[in-house]
């Protein structure tokens, strides 16, 4: 990875070698940590965090979920967000806040080991590649289903719960595909690995619902808010497996993958991205780059310019 100087930790930036936990903390045994993805892009007026609040917002939800109190405001992860960008001199960058259980008590118990906070940022470039933002990438449907909402809360973002993810990420990457696509327990299509999924059928915008064991993803509320801006009718309902193989379009949406077309689902060709794949590709990217109408909702600019705040 791509290393940057300073990481914030529990209230202090620290330099990047220094953020270590000890070995054993809760979050390592047992994956009760939870976190976040957001990205910060290179716009118009200057360096902007993409949906921050709303991020942010997720970010505490989750460490409700898993009873985990937060030990800093909303307002003072923000400032620690803006801090960690600046004092890095970066630019469009890939930011990392998470929550732990941290060292100090063992076994499954968690409520006594203290909670840990802690926010890295780096350079992190397109995460399926630019030729796969431009041409599409191949995804498999995994043999792994997607974790229920009867065995861990999907619409929470933690630590655990990817090892789900990476199971069905090693099983299609190892079979030659560049994603996984999870059905869920009734066997219908969920999330990508790390990523929402949308096809489009006549016109029409589709998605799994919140029900359906699906992360709810950030990036995939902006997209269905640009589809409506552009009139383009939204369906969220279950997709049946074989909807995939003869959709007219099919991408997917997440932080990391930002909108990244598919072009193959199994052995199913897909062709190159369709017209609603592009427009809403390039409104996104608008959006992110401060040249949309919806930028000023979306946008936290920076306010410190990185050489007037000490490391
Ligand atoms: C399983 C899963 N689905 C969807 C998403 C997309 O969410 P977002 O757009 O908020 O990054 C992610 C990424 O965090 C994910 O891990």
Redesign the pocket.
């Known amino acids: 990875m791509q290393e940057a100087e300073k990481i914030w930790m529990n209230g202090e930036l620290v330099d990047w070698a220094d953020a270590k936990v000890h070995v054993l903390s809760h979050g390592l045994h047992y994956g009760t940590t939870v976190f976040?993805?957001i990205r910060s892009y290179a716009a118009d007026k200057g360096t902007a965090v993409f949906r921050l609040d709303d991020?942010l917002k997720?970010l505490e939800r989750s460490s409700a979920m898993y009873h985990m109190p937060m030990p800093y405001s909303q307002q003072e992860l923000r400032t620690a967000v803006h801090a960690v960008i600046s004092s890095n001199g970066l630019a469009g960058c890939y930011i990392r806040p998470i929550v732990m259980r941290g060292y100090g008590t063992m076994g499954l118990f968690p409520l006594e080991a203290p909670v840990d906070v802690a926010i890295a940022a780096w350079e992190w470039g397109a995460y399926l590649g630019e030729d796969g933002l431009r041409d599409g990438i191949r995804a498999k449907i995994s043999s792994w289903r997607?974790i229920g909402s009867t065995t861990i809360p999907?619409t929470a973002?933690a630590g655990g719960q990817?090892l789900n993810?990476i199971l069905a990420k090693i099983e299609t990457h190892k079979a030659g595909y560049q994603e996984a696509i999870l059905l869920n327990e009734a066997g219908y299509v969920a999330?990508?690995?790390?990523?929402?999924l949308f096809l489009v059928r006549d016109g029409v915008l589709i998605t799994p619902p919140v029900q359906a064991s699906?992360?709810?993803?950030?990036?995939?509320?902006?997209i269905i808010t640009l589809a409506q801006d552009e009139g383009i009718p939204v369906l969220e309902r279950e997709v049946a497996r074989g909807e995939l193989y003869t959709a007219d379009e099919v991408f997917i949406?997440?932080?990391?993958?930002e909108v990244c077309p598919i072009n193959e689902v199994d052995e199913h060709p897909l062709g190159p991205p369709g017209p609603i794949t592009q427009l809403l590709q390039s409104r996104f990217f608008a959006a992110t780059e401060g040249r949309d109408p919806r930028s000023e909702e979306w946008l936290d600019y920076i306010v410190a310019p990185a050489s007037t705040l000490s490391p």
């Open positions: 976040e993805g991020h997720r997607r999907a973002k990817y993810s999330d990508g690995s790390g990523e929402n699906i992360l709810e993803g950030i990036t995939r509320a902006s949406t997440g932080t990391a993958a």
